[in-house]
């Protein structure tokens, strides 16, 4: 894994952000170091997507997008549909981010948001069969780094989740050739949808662990460790890195923290799709 060219930070500032922790303060002085930042979450923000998310974590943006398209199954699962996600980060979004084909860290921020979604069965893909083993639903989660202020698991998680909340199948017509056509004007229902997921991102800074840091929290953090739960308070995956170690009492601290804080990003979830059925 190539890391962020991360900026260099002066050892005073190292300690003072450090000081402030082992107060209880974060830099920006609104939370304590268990609280993850404000969240919103707006549905529906792409049209012409078959469902869509924007997300704000603090100050980081991010926005997803789920288009459903006819393809034929794997190998190896010919009565399951198929699901992918695709992580692209925007250069306006952050002086670290370059121009060009997604590089080790968006390939990362991909395979951890796709593997937290599979591990569960987030999606039910037995229900996105058209014909087993020749056609089936393809569902792709793409997702666009649009503002990064530290911490763009957890904003593309839940942008991931919530876009998915959000999706609706198309309708389709089967021909007598076997053709299958897509009808885009109306849907079937919307994407079977089992089980909610999101990570939690801690960063240990020191002997401390913070939830959810910011950018400069980041910078200075000697590992990081992210969390995927469900619904339930299951641990459906996880990702370290960071040369610092992670202990075992670290370990089930950080499980404490991160279950405690989940539950704000599944309200979070929860008071957005109902706002959206309320409205509707």
Known sequence: MTPFRLPTIPLYKREMLESLIAKGLRLDGT??????RNVSIELGVVEKAEGSAHIRLGNTQVMAGVKIDVGTPFRDMPDQGVLMVHAEFVPVASPLFEPGAPDENAIELAR?????????GAVDLSKLVIRPGEKVWVVWVD?????????????????????????RLPRYEELETGEIVVDRSGSEGPLPVRHKVVTVTLAKVGKYLIVD??????????????????????????????PGGITTADLEKAMELGWRAAGVYF??????????????
Not at 31 to 36: A, H, L, T, V
Not at 112 to 120: A, F, H, I, N, T
Request: proline share 4%.
């Open 143 to 167: 997702l666009y780094i649009l503002d990064h202020d530290g911490n763009i698991f957890d904003a593309s998680m839940l942008a991931a989740m919530a876009a998915l909340l959000n999706a």
């Open 213 to 242: 840091p910011d950018f400069e929290e980041e910078s200075i953090a000697d590992a990081r460790l992210v969390l995927a739960f469900d619904e339930q308070g299951r641990l459906v995956g996880a990702q370290k890195t960071g």
């Open 112 to 120: 951890v948001v796709d593997r937290s979604l599979r591990e569960v």
């Open 31 to 36: 939370r304590g170091p268990e609280s993850p």
């Open 267 to 280: 309200k979070a979830l929860e008071e957005a799709v109902a706002g959206v059925s309320g409205g509707s």
